[in-house]
């Protein structure tokens, strides 16, 4: 068998980085429409042909990244969920080293959550080793986005803030937290402490933003 020349490699590289370009641009846009979308708004909002579209969605359709119901509804697939589960391995081992200094500085719990749906889920977690009490964050812990420091912070970068969100007693008894949001468009996500009594806010926050600053630059 022939091997390809270099010429028409060459040439089919710019097509070919188009369309993976194309395809991500279709999850992104999805993403933003949880209730879905016909093809021709997913065409018309990604200012696309018809023909084009229909081309991503053949291959997202066949992997499971994008499910399309009877009722002509695009939406993301499952096989984004299998993604998403081999990832959260890497995450969490990258995200360990910077709460562990949290956690020490502190001296509170560290954790590192993101959003998933209209939950704040907690995917790394480092306690401290000096206090003779501390809280237990469970990995996998779930709250809704409106309730708890660490949903708080993200909602508040969706908004475009940044600022330190704190909470007392919503998610647990006596427990004082506070988050910021995780300057990064990889995933949304904010890094957080909590305690069983408060902390000093002003040296907490600077402690957070500089985690925050860490943890986007991993994830860059």
Known sequence: MNEPSTESARARGPESSAALERGLRVLGVLADHPEGMTVTELAAAMRLSRPVVYRLLTVLVDRRYVRRPPDGRLTLGVGLLGLAQRAGPHLRRAAVPVLRDLAERVGATAHLSVAEGAEAIAVSVVEPSWTDLHV???VGSRHPLERGAAGRAILAARAGRTQVEEST????????????????????????????????????????????????????
């Open 136 to 138: 237990a964050y469970r």
């Open 169 to 220: 007693g919503e998610l647990q008894p006596g427990a004082f937290g506070m988050a910021v949001a995780v300057p990064t468009e990889a995933l949304e996500a904010s890094v957080g402490l909590v305690a069983l009594a408060e902390f000093d806010r002003r040296a907490a926050g600077r402690a957070l933003r500089a985690a925050a600053d860490r943890l986007a630059a991993l994830l860059a």
